[in-house]
């Protein structure tokens, strides 16, 4: 699940020194830059172990299915239900970045779709493709009412919402599952702002964090009532959730040493599921229901995240040539090596790093000071073409405007033929 695993972040820093904290850490020779153009395939540390395939096929239902018992927020306290039969339809979700798994549909619906006797203006249809299955990351508990008409009873969310797209191969919006991939389109504050149980200036908070955002610590939930976070308000990128292969630390900030931590956090204070997150670091102690719908659920769910491979850059979506020079720009003049280390492309399985690393920095509210650690962890770079904007902040909108950023703030003097050079070279991650 893990709302806040999050990539090519503000922190990838000191490439101007040699020994100073930046891009990576291999040796200048070509090391932890890995083997040009085969690098979108590395599955991951040495020390890795494959998960049990059993195990990775529970997690997957896990990751597309499970709500650990949110409905308990998202109907009963927020009334999302609500809002979703009155006025959501298809084309509003479409609209706020929700998708549709394609394969959900039945031939008939999809025929509908593409010759218009699908009505999808009409919060019916919304109803008929939960009663599916077919909205990821939404669960609907929909039934026919004594006035012979359908209602939503009942709404959850799984893992899937942030951290699942589709290929678009049906029609926008609508295709095969990309489970771990981040769903940058997904307008989550809009999504919660629909709300009827929230007041004028929370929903105003929601409403400013605009698609493919989220602030995992503004929206903690505590015993079913929202509005335990810190008060502030900083929305970082919804994170992609695959290339976590012999990564430890899998958030911004390092905070927990494993997925799991991650998961939990997200399962009980983002969602309000059933169950404990204790964090003495952040004063943190939530409790969610009276049994545990979570726990159990935590080793499938890392299997099968730990599964989800970075997807390999599209054909002819970068020049070879150009790459090759920009790896050894990358482990040499730009001293990106020395920190986005080995197969990983990163170092913060021993390493966590100061917030003036940040390319974000300094900010207002700090994403660092908010965290457990106060610290970032160097980003793995795998699959990195596919999830723009960069930074966690999102400010950098294109691999080109990071290059220039590191370019200026580390002082590196690099000419716009090396500049491009080095994008290349990350395309190809």
Not at 238 to 256: R, W
């Amino acid at each position: 699940m893990k709302s806040t695993v999050r990539f090519v972040s503000s922190r990838v820093a000191p490439v101007a020194l040699a020994a100073a904290t930046a891009f990576g850490l291999a040796s200048c020779g070509g090391g932890g830059g890995g083997t040009f153009a085969g690098s979108g395939g590395i599955t991951g540390g040495s020390n890795f172990t494959p998960p049990d395939p059993a195990l990775v096929a529970q997690g997957q239902t896990v990751f597309r299915s499970e709500t650990f018992g949110d409905e308990s927020f998202f109907t009963d306290v927020l009334r999302l239900n609500e809002p979703v039969e009155q006025a959501v339809t298809p084309r509003v979700a479409l609209t706020v970045g929700l998708k549709v798994d394609a394969d959900a549909l039945p031939d008939s619906v999809k025929q509908g779709i593409q010759n218009g006797t699908v009505n999808l203006d009409s919060t019916a249809t919304t109803l008929a493709l939960l009663k599916l299955n077919a909205v990821i990351g939404l669960k609907g508990d929909v039934q026919t009412g004594a006035d012979g008409k359908d209602h939503l009873v009942r709404l959850g969310v799984t893992c899937a919402i942030c951290h699942s797209t589709v290929d678009n191969s049906f029609a926008q919006g609508i295709g095969k599952r990309l489970d771990g991939w981040p769903n940058r389109t997904l307008n989550v504050g809009a999504i919660i702002a629909l709300s009827p149980a929230l007041n004028a200036a929370q929903k105003a908070v929601y409403n400013s964090w605009g698609p493919g955002m989220y602030d995992a610590r503004f929206n903690i939930v505590d015993g079913g009532t929202p509005g335990h976070g810190d008060g502030l308000n900083k929305p970082s990128v919804i994170p992609p959730a695959f290339g976590l292969q012999g990564v430890d630390k899998t958030t911004f900030t390092g905070d927990g040493d494993n997925i799991a931590y991650w998961n939990r956090y997200v399962a009980v204070t983002q969602f309000g599921g059933h169950g404990t997150f204790t964090e003495p670091r952040l004063s943190l102690n939530v409790k969610n229901g009276t049994d545990d719908l979570v726990t159990a659920k935590l080793p499938a769910l890392q299997a099968y995240q730990l599964s989800l491979q970075p997807p390999a850059p599209p054909a002819g979506s970068f020049d070879a040539a150009a790459a090759a020079r920009g790896q050894v720009i990358f482990n040499v003049r730009a001293q990106c090596a020395t920190c986005h280390s080995g197969s990983t492309f990163t170092d913060a399985n021993v390493t966590l790093h100061p917030k003036s690393d940040s390319m974000a920095e300094p900010e207002v509210p700090s994403h660092a000071d908010r965290s457990a650690t106060k610290l970032y962890r160097t980003t793995p770079l795998r699959g990195i073409w596919q999830h723009a904007p960069y930074f966690h902040d999102g400010s950098a909108p294109t691999l080109a405007a990071v290059v220039a950023t590191y370019n200026t703030k580390r002082t590196l003097g690099l000419s716009p033929q090396e500049m491009a050079d080095l994008v290349e070279y990350l395309k190809s991650l």
